[in-house]
């Protein structure tokens, strides 16, 4: 399975990182105030959203030919938790749009949304 | 068919660049959260917002004429990206993309100076010079910047080529960059970058990159090729600033996808970019 890269520091991502946590769940309300509850999803729904930036040419490529590889949000790869370290698979971007700025020579940025599929 | 102008630098834009690369993907979401994924891999589209400035008179003209040239979004014309690596499969140099004469020999998977394996041994077996090369659909007239990380457990030479114009460099037991800075044959519709090492001669290289202006740029990875042949310029701007001395510029140029699917090997083979197939984009 693929891998996201990693910058040439072996980082996954730079400060400030966001990951985001989303359940499923429904809730029933009966007319003598209680409820029945119960989990609506396959499983939890995690989300890191990665900005990077003062990449060189090179981690902007690499970046750029992930996501060729991956045809944008249609393939699925490895992501390693920047946060715990922990690996999940079945990972996927988030979007189909990758923006990649070259501000200088040493000074590119990018950002790109994780997705965990369920 | 129109070729984007190059700077008097030979560059072909100036910092910064904005590059969106798009693609389509059909997303069935179940009810439990879970998606059913569909690539359409020729929907893509790749755009590039260049921003121009300080721009002396024949620049701008020459960015002028040629936007009058495309009539607008009208006509499609010759691209390469401005940010990449022009070599398809840079770390693939046993790809069918790179043509090797027959007695060179290229062995893979060897440790790289970035602490890889992409770097390849060129090992020459035959009594005469022998060269491994890769053609791309680039215009003749542009500068282009040709380079390789290079060593040798011997001290040897490797002779860099841009077309018709070559340089030989000393390798060493050291990694060190070479490179070959020149421009095509003027009118050409294809060029030539070649690698020749001597007879008898092993040379480990990594990082070939080619690039579309006159210098090298540091190194960047390749899959599949990087040359954009079909384009048409959404919109584009001059402006003059208030002391009238300093032209700026502003192009908006989208790529079809299916304009850089073209694998490298087919432009090769018929030494000559496939425009004709692919229609100016809406």
Redesign the interface.
């Known amino acids: 399975m693929a891998t996201f890269p990693r910058l040439k520091t072996g980082a996954v991502a730079q400060y400030p990182l966001t990951r985001r946590s989303r359940v499923q769940n429904q809730i029933l309300h009966f007319l003598d105030g209680t409820d029945q509850r119960y989990r609506d999803s396959a499983g939890q729904r995690l989300e890191w959203e990665i900005q990077l930036s003062q990449l060189d040419p090179g981690e902007v490529a690499d970046i750029e030919r992930f996501f060729g590889e991956m045809q944008g949000a249609y393939g699925s790869f490895s992501f390693t938790d920047p946060w715990d370290g922990q690996v999940h698979d079945n990972c996927s971007v988030a979007d189909d749009v990758l923006q990649t700025m070259t501000w200088a020579e040493l000074l590119g940025t990018t950002r790109l949304t994780i997705v965990r599929n369920v | 068919m129109l070729v984007y102008p190059q700077l008097e630098s030979g560059a072909l834009s100036q910092?910064?660049?904005?590059?969106?690369?798009?693609?389509?993907?059909v997303?069935n979401r179940a009810?439990?959260?879970?998606?059913v994924?569909?690539?359409d891999?020729f929907a893509?589209t790749t755009e590039w917002l260049l921003t121009y400035a300080e721009l002396i008179d024949s620049e701008a003209a020459a960015l002028r004429d040629f936007f009058e040239a495309t009539e607008g979004s009208l006509n499609s014309f010759v691209f390469v990206d401005p940010?990449?690596?022009l070599f398809a499969w840079s770390e693939r140099l046993d790809h069918e993309t790179w043509q090797r004469d027959p007695l060179m020999n290229v062995l893979g998977s060897i440790a790289d100076p970035?602490g890889g394996t992409a770097t390849w041994r060129l090992v020459n077996t035959g009594a005469g010079e022998q060269t491994l090369r890769q053609t791309i659909a680039g215009p003749g007239d542009y500068n282009y910047a040709f380079s390789v990380y290079v060593r040798s457990d011997a001290h040897s030479r490797i002779a860099l080529s841009i077309s018709d114009q070559s340089v030989e460099q000393e390798v060493t037991p050291e990694w060190t960059r070479v490179w070959l800075a020149a421009r095509g044959v003027p009118g050409a519709t294809s060029v030539r970058f070649a690698m020749t090492i001597a007879a008898g001669a092993a040379v480990e290289v990594f990082g070939p990159q080619a690039e579309a202006q006159g210098g090298a740029?540091?190194?960047?990875?390749?899959?599949?090729t990087r040359m954009e042949t079909v384009f048409a310029p959404r919109a584009f701007q001059t402006a003059l600033s208030p002391s009238n001395s300093r032209r700026m510029a502003r192009a908006h140029v989208t790529a079809r996808q299916a304009s850089w699917s073209i694998s490298s090997s087919h432009v090769c083979a018929t030494g000559a970019p496939k425009t004709a197939m692919i229609a100016s984009p809406p």
């Open positions: 910092f910064p660049v904005l590059k969106t690369r798009t693609t389509r993907t997303v009810a439990d959260g879970s998606t994924r569909l690539a891999p893509g940010v990449g690596n970035r740029s540091p190194y960047m990875a390749s899959d599949r």
